[in-house]
């Protein structure tokens, strides 16, 4: 039997991308690092936000607790906006309160009813398992700081980041954070 349930997803997404990275798709700092899904060392994964809200608010999630805010920082350092469409797949489904509870998460996930981050670690062994069990991916909810329910992820297994994600337009910061429509 599948793991967990399945929700479809595809189309436009995108992703934030350091000016200096030659290859924005590329998944081997996951690899390494390990993030919210894959444990270090383990498989990469390919994070991509729903659309322009949910990068606006991965860059103001990343400046969190610090003394400054966006506008205080050298538009030329921040990220590029790296527009991608991704081929319709079944992904593993953290989206809907059916998926999360169908792999052991909160139906009021990214957080615990309390209020508390549901942390990494309880993440990564369900896309460990989604991995070993062949799914493209996950299809989640932002985690995102201000992120709403409606606010989704896609995060994109490495193995088939190179046939489900085709890049199709990368803009500087400064023609994608200020004043374009959310």
């Known amino acids: 039997m599948a793991y967990g349930r399945t929700i479809g997803r ?12 030659a ?9 390494q690092h390990g993030e ?10 390919l994070y991509l936000n729903r ?3 949910v990068a606006r608010l991965q860059v103001q ?3 969190r ?8 920082l050298d538009e030329s350092e921040q990220h590029d906006l790296v527009d991608v469409e991704v081929a319709e797949r079944d992904w593993l489904d953290c989206v809907t309160v059916r998926g999360l509870e169908a792999v052991g998460l909160p139906a009021t996930y990214p957080r615990h009813r309390n209020g508390r981050p ?9 896309g460990r398992t989604a991995f070993e069990d062949g799914r493209p991916g996950i299809a989640c909810r932002s985690a995102s700081t201000d992120a709403s329910p409606t606010d989704e992820e896609l995060g994109v297994f490495d193995r088939d980041a190179l046939t489900s994600v085709r890049m199709t337009r990368r803009q500087p910061f400064t023609e994608w954070f200020w ?3 959310a």
Do not use: M
């Open 10 to 21: 595809g189309g436009s997404y995108n992703r934030l991308a350091e000016p200096s990275w």
């Open 36 to 45: 919210r899904w894959n444990p270090p060392g383990s498989f990469g994964v």
């Open 23 to 31: 290859d924005p798709l590329d998944t081997s700092y996951s690899e």
């Open 118 to 126: 549901v942390r990494h670690a309880d993440c990564q062994p369900i």
């Open 61 to 63: 999630h990343k400046l």
């Open 65 to 72: 607790g610090h003394p400054y805010g966006v506008e205080d």
């Open 179 to 181: 004043g374009a429509p």
């Open 51 to 53: 659309d322009l809200r």
